[in-house]
């Protein structure tokens, strides 16, 4: 029997859903047009696979996860997963942390920083453009509601203009969805068990 992850890491791990992913060799037109365009736009995922289920909502999510994660300007993509990672600890989505503190890490080239949020969480002792991130990532994916203008004045103390705030929030908020789906379609396995 597998043994589902429950500590978190920057080694992806393998991701094992619960829902029938599709049969790309079987696929519907119509599956195959949601297909076209993926997260990463370099593949498609078993994740991807099972959301190929409902076509209709794919459509939708893949150009919406584009844009919030890959657009030009803004935060830059590492202080995104930055905010993905937050959400994912607080949510305690392993592979989604994974999977965002690994990217991060790529983008730097720094291990520290994940290392310290995996440790301390929102208590992590980082620089204060990035302290300012993960604690207003953290509060908006605890209690959406009790973000206050406070916090908003606190990113723009360290530094964030709106364009970078609006975009923390909505990488944030992202996952504070992709996260609950992940939770109810799959589980985090170690790569070799997959």
């Known amino acids: 029997m597998s043994a589902t992850l429950h500590e978190f890491t920057t080694v992806v791990p ?36 099972v959301l190929a289920n409902d076509v ?68 992590a002792q980082l620089d204060p453009r990035l302290s300012a991130i993960l604690a207003f990532a953290t509060r908006l994916s605890q209690t959406p509601s009790q973000a206050t203008a406070q916090d908003m004045a606190a990113l723009a103390d360290a530094g964030l203009d709106q364009a970078e705030i609006l975009d923390l929030i909505l990488s944030t908020s992202l996952f504070g969805w992709a996260n609950r789906l992940m939770h109810t379609l799959g589980d985090p396995l170690p790569k070799d068990q997959a």
């Open 14 to 49: 393998h991701w094992q859903p619960r829902v029938q992913p599709i049969d790309l060799a079987q696929a519907s037109a119509e599956q195959l047009d949601a297909l076209k365009i993926t997260p990463s736009n370099t593949k498609v995922s078993e994740y991807v696979l």
């Open 56 to 123: 209709e909502t794919l459509k939708v999510r893949t150009p919406l996860f584009n844009a919030i994660m890959y657009n030009h300007g803004g935060l830059s993509r590492a202080e995104r997963e930055v905010g993905a990672t937050a959400a994912s600890v607080v949510n305690r989505c392993i592979y989604c942390a994974a999977v965002h503190s690994s990217r991060y890490n790529q983008l730097t080239k720094d291990e520290t920083v994940m290392a310290k949020i995996f440790a301390d969480g929102a208590h």
